[in-house]
């Protein structure tokens, strides 16, 4: 089955840099891969996604990597701000098959 | 556009009691997902549904779990005899045809004393 999972569970960046979250998957035929965020109480939301076609997608200061001959995924996000604050999971599914499975969330915390 | 509401926003109940959680998805939207998150974890998948069937209901943790959709509209996650294990977020999801964007509710916050 598929397991998707985080490097590291929190991220400290200072207002202004970029951001970093990585992410790998285990499933080598998934073949679509979501980026999302979850404030405290809040369900989560899209940010970004890429399928297995793509290596690189980018939307408004945000960019995915996707290295496929690692299973390695990653979230860029570009002048980090107070409001990018938040947990941030990936996730992935196969085919047809509609159910998402999600890492296990990593932090980012930005400091001011 | 109004988004995915689940009601309640918050429920308590007691060990051994049933309880109700329901979920509004986006209007149109064909497919609803049911997922669960406990602290400091993903969520996990339980069902989904596309219309009233339920297409995949392989993240049912065990027998206590049932889902419905009659009208293809609104959904009711259902658990029997509930445990303190039960206790989570539950998502819902809906999303415009399946395997398209799913977009997420607040979640209900279960807690089984």
């Known amino acids: 089955g598929e397991s998707v999972g985080l490097h590291l569970p929190t991220l400290s960046v200072q207002e202004g840099d970029n951001s970093i979250i990585n992410c790998a998957y285990s499933n080598s035929a998934s073949d679509y891969f979501i980026w999302y965020k979850q404030e405290s109480g809040k369900g989560p939301q899209f940010i970004i996604d890429?399928?297995?076609?793509?290596d690189k997608r980018q939307g408004q200061r945000v960019t995915v990597l996707l290295n496929k001959t690692v299973k390695h995924l990653s979230l860029q996000i570009a002048a980090t701000q107070p409001g990018d604050s938040a947990v941030y999971f990936c996730?992935?599914?196969?085919?047809?098959?509609?159910?998402?499975?999600f890492g296990k969330g990593i932090t980012l915390s930005v400091r001011p | 556009g109004a988004g995915v509401s689940q009601t309640p926003s918050n429920k308590v109940t007691e060990k051994g009691k049933y309880v109700e959680l329901r979920c509004d998805p986006i209007?149109?939207?064909?497919?609803l997902y049911w997922y669960r998150q406990s602290l400091g974890q993903g969520p996990e998948f339980l069902i989904y549904f596309q219309g009233t069937g339920a297409a995949d209901d392989s993240g049912l943790p065990n027998d206590r779990f049932f889902a419905v959709r009659p009208e293809g509209s609104v959904s009711t996650l259902k658990i029997q005899r509930t445990e303190r294990g039960d206790s989570a977020v539950y998502l819902c999801?809906?999303?415009?045809?399946?395997?398209?964007?799913?977009?997420f509710g607040p979640g209900t916050r279960l807690t089984v004393l």
């Open positions: 890429i399928r297995s076609n793509m």
């Open positions: 999801a809906s999303s415009l045809v399946v395997g398209n964007e799913q977009f």
């Open positions: 209007s149109g939207h064909t497919a």
């Open positions: 996730a992935g599914n196969t085919g047809a098959n509609s159910k998402l499975t």
